[in-house]
């Protein structure tokens, strides 16, 4: 018994937790998001280059070794053996420009995680958000095929004691069939919806999907993760300028050699220490195009950071528009709602005294449940609306 509690609970332990909140849902699809994973890795890509700029020299040091004989000729025992250490040198402000790069790149990076973070969160808001709408649309079809059972089974038993005609027993089950087939294609639809959730979020939506509280407004959007990282890559592009600029020529290299020789076998070897020092020659063409490339760059990501700037405004607008006009829908539809119930009482009762036909009923009804099918899309709607209004001004759930 102890040893079966003890299994139990360990697979419990093991099942993935279920996100019963939107917060929970993103930090679910974060941690599946092939992007999500990819980011940890250029974040040591990025802080090895910061490593690599702190450097004493641009790059790792080498070693040479060499020899000189005449075996293969007069074998006199001639020898030379020679060692050389060599070592690049940083360009006059290139060690300071390339350190602002890797920070840059760096900073680049953190900001391209909170940028893709925000955007699988608006992924998630919507499909949060359409999982409901398809299970109030199954709730309604499924409350319409109970109804419809229900009003079958009375208008059968009426037309078997003679009180109701033919026609409204077809009638009846004819509504039922209609109410039976909705049920079959709401079930169908949200079993669709529910799978990409799971596809998005590695599980199952949760039973109550809980909508977002409101948030202040605010003017201006400058800490929106998607600016922060088109500030972010637009700063490393104009580093990896100041880099192009300050880089003219290919590092220089100053090597400290060591030669021991002697001129034949009986001579004692004698000892050399020298120094050398390479100064590549500068490439105009080759500087010139890559300067060309980084200004071009610097120029593009200022360009998107102007637009993406205008555009998170207008987005933040219309999303404020849309949830102001989904509080009016919604007020419109539940006063909607009320009559149409009102309305469908009466008819109720009016059809089972006998003063009014089956017609006349079934279409209250379907005025009722059409009413109730938008009220509750209007109050998915209204939360969507508030999801993406959050999502527009770039605040996680």
Sequence with gaps: MNKTLVLVVGLLIALPARAQNLAAAVEQAWSRHPQAAAIVAREAEAQARVEVAAGITPGPASMSLSNLNDRLNRNHGKQEWEVELAAPLWLPGQKAAREAEAKSAL??????????????????????????????????????????????????????A?????????????????????????????????????????????????????????????????????????????????????TRRDAPELALRMVRERGELGEPYANTVGVKLTIPFSSGARVRQESAAARAEASQADAELALARQKIELDAERARLDLDVALRQLGMAEERRALTADNLRLAEKSFSLGESDLTALLRARGNAFEAEAFSNRQQVARAAAQSRLNQALGVLP
């Excluded at 919507?126 to 709730?139: I, K, L, P, Q, S």
């Design 162 to 246: 003679g009180d109701l005609a033919r026609v409204d027993a077809n009638l009846a089950q004819n509504e039922r069939l209609a109410a039976e087939a909705e049920l079959l294609e709401a079930e169908a639809a949200l079993r669709q919806v529910e799978q990409a959730y799971r596809g998005l979020t590695g599980d199952a939506a949760p039973a109550a999907l809980a909508a977002e509280n409101a948030i202040p407004l605010r003017e201006r959007q400058e800490d929106h993760a998607q600016l922060v990282a088109l500030a972010a890559a637009a700063q490393l592009a104009r580093a990896r300028l100041k880099v192009t600029e300050d």
């Design 107 to 160: 900073a680049e990076v953190a900001a391209r995680r909170a940028s893709l973070r925000l955007q699988i969160a608006g992924e998630v808001r919507e499909a949060w958000w359409t999982v409901a709408g398809a299970r109030n649309a199954r709730d309604l079809a499924g409350r319409r095929n109970a109804t419809a059972r229900a009003l079958e089974a009375d208008v059968l038993r009426r037309f078997e």
